[in-house]
């Protein structure tokens, strides 16, 4: 078995975790951070009604004041588990990864609240973050890591525990302040992509290289 341990810290993440952690700072901030958190956020009305679809990508950098842990959670879990992705894919893979894992989970969110919950404001890094843990659970589904750093547990194991939470208090509507839409939407983007994406990426290839031979088969034939 595999434990993680303390990985390095590659730039893509580097950078994310920067960005979040000096917005979170603004948001504490008298007089700024309300305006910071309002302009950011993402709502349902503003996003569809008034078509502010930046905050489909700002609503990723903001994190609750009130409570630490939520940034917390999310840059340290950016941390160990965005750090070997971002080796293996590189920075431009791993950056549009973890962009349309927060986007889609985003979209996810709005289409889920838009007809009953059209008020709530949704921040955090959340979805892109599951993605990312989705994304490792699939690449490395019998590493171990220690939930609550005392229970030791499969990465395949948590990623589907994460799920069925999220699908039992999305159904049933509890849960407090955490968005478990956003978790579920992010699990499921994530999973549908690395399911799909690469395999049409290979059978694009696959095509344009058949194309350009024929076509270079066409050219000397005519000469």
């Known amino acids: 078995m595999y434990t993680i341990g303390t990985p390095r810290l590659p730039p893509c993440v580097k950078g994310l975790i920067i960005a979040n952690v000096a917005i979170f700072i603004l948001q504490l901030l008298p007089g700024i951070g309300d305006t910071v958190t309002g302009v950011g956020a993402m709502n349902p009305v503003y996003a569809f009604k008034y078509l502010q679809l930046w905050r489909l990508v700002t609503y990723m950098f903001l994190h609750s004041p009130d409570m630490l842990f939520h940034i917390l959670f999310n840059m340290l879990s950016l941390w160990w588990f965005g750090a070997e992705l971002e080796d293996i894919w590189g920075r431009n893979k791993f950056l549009l990864f973890y962009f349309v894992c927060g986007i889609g989970s985003g979209l996810f969110t709005l289409f889920y609240?838009?007809?009953?919950?059209?008020?709530?404001?949704?921040?955090?890094?959340?979805?892109?973050?599951?993605?990312?843990?989705?994304?490792?659970?699939?690449?490395?589904?019998?590493?171990?890591?220690?939930?609550?750093?005392?229970?030791?547990?499969?990465?395949?194991?948590?990623?589907?525990?994460?799920?069925?939470?999220?699908?039992?208090?999305?159904?049933?509507?509890?849960?407090?302040?955490?968005?478990?839409?956003?978790?579920?939407?992010?699990?499921?983007?994530?999973?549908?992509?690395?399911?799909?994406?690469?395999?049409?990426?290979?059978?694009?290839?696959?095509?344009?290289?058949?194309?350009r031979s024929r076509r270079q088969i066409n050219r000397m034939t005519k000469k």
């Open 113 to 211: 609240l838009v007809a009953g919950q059209p008020n709530v404001i949704v921040i955090g890094a959340s979805g892109a973050v599951l993605g990312l843990l989705t994304a490792y659970a699939i690449y490395y589904p019998q590493r171990q890591v220690l939930l609550f750093g005392i229970f030791p547990m499969r990465m395949r194991t948590l990623v589907i525990g994460y799920a069925a939470i999220s699908v039992f208090f999305s159904v049933s509507g509890g849960g407090g302040n955490v968005s478990h839409i956003v978790h579920l939407g992010g699990i499921v983007v994530a999973y549908v992509y690395l399911k799909t994406v690469p395999a049409l990426i290979i059978e694009w290839n696959k095509r344009m290289y058949v194309w």
